[in-house]
């Protein structure tokens, strides 16, 4: 992909995090983070903070860097659902039709621009949002291929059940060192969640927030394979859950739920706050499961029928 739509890409992603309040303003940004966020090279963050300078977007001040500009508008969402822009509204048909079997994994630009009637510019920035997002990929020569992920209820369950297994157990690791800088960071995101951000951030940015919260502390166990095997699984259920509603009076406890497995590991007490996460993914695990609740309905149904 040329630099510019990835610079450009990039400037639209940051720009979205400023009118949320994910960014505040006056906030500085760091451009290794950024990178880090989005899976680039710190030259096209530059070279989308350049643009968004000036767009008065951002301030920069000297040998300093980028500010959120003091003047920017944060955007309310005072709507139950999100509304989403229309390339948004694109993506979530293509993810829909490929959770849904309706279209084969190996696909070319051409057909996908048909199918959806799209420009060339609004397919590109779909298919990197599904790039970075890890279910789709370039071909070696010509088109790209659609990545398995968790398409079914029993896939879901299936991966919160291996979650409750590693991520209790990265804590318990030898190797485990509770990172300062990252609870610290973590407890930041949480607070500002409940403080603002559950009622104005769209739904996809706090399942965002949510997945980070759990692959930041599992680098902490010092044993990458445990965080790339997050990263994937999480990766792997997230368009499942875009299908649902996001429960934003529930996101209230969970947000509550990270703030004291933060406390523990801040104390020391790594085993408890290893108790902590499996108890919290196993209270997500009976909220979530698509199969837990259609096991649920079919019993009641057979319980209505022996009344």
């Known amino acids: ?30 451009t290794q983070g950024l990178a880090d ?7 096209p963050v530059r070279e989308a903070m350049q643009v968004l300078f000036e767009q008065g977007l951002l301030e920069q001040k000297l040998n300093r860097g980028f500010f959120v500009s003091a003047t920017v ?11 989403l822009p229309e390339t948004m509204s694109d993506y979530h048909r293509l993810a829909e039709d490929w959770l849904t079997d309706r279209i084969p994994a190996d696909v070319t630009e051409q057909m996908l621009r048909e ?3 799209l420009t060339k510019a609004q397919l590109n920035d779909i298919l990197v949002r599904a790039t970075r997002e890890g279910w789709a990929e370039r071909k070696q020569g010509y088109g790209w291929r659609l990545l398995p992920v968790a398409k079914t209820a029993e896939a879901f369950e299936q991966i919160y059940r291996f979650r409750m297994l590693i991520e209790p157990a990265a804590m318990l690791e030898p190797t485990f060192g509770p ?7 973590q407890r930041r995101i949480q607070e500002r969640m409940l403080a603002t951000d559950i009622r104005n951030l769209p739904a996809e940015r706090l399942l965002y927030n949510g997945s980070l919260f759990h692959e930041e502390l599992i680098k902490m166990s010092g044993n990458p394979f445990f965080h ?47 108790y902590a996460m499996r108890r919290h993914l196993g209270g997500a695990l009976s909220r979530k499961s698509p199969l837990q609740w259609s096991q649920g309905v079919a019993e009641s149904r057979r319980v209505e029928l022996v009344k």
């Open 115 to 117: 199918r959806y009637d």
């Open 228 to 274: 790339i095997s997050l990263v994937r699984v999480n990766r792997m259920r997230r368009l499942l859950e875009y299908r649902s509603n996001v429960d934003r009076d529930r996101l209230h406890v969970q947000c509550q739920e990270h703030l004291a497995i933060l406390s523990l590991l801040e104390k020391g007490e790594i085993v408890e706050a290893s």
């Open 73 to 83: 508008t944060i955007e309310e969402n005072d709507a139950p659902d999100d509304q």
């Open 37 to 43: 966020k989005f899976g680039v090279s710190r030259s």
């Open 179 to 185: 990172d300062r800088k990252i609870i610290e960071e």
């Open 1 to 30: 992909m040329r630099s510019s739509q990835l610079t450009t890409n990039i400037a639209k992603e940051i720009a979205q995090l400023i009118r949320s309040g994910e960014l505040r303003p006056e906030e500085h940004l760091s």
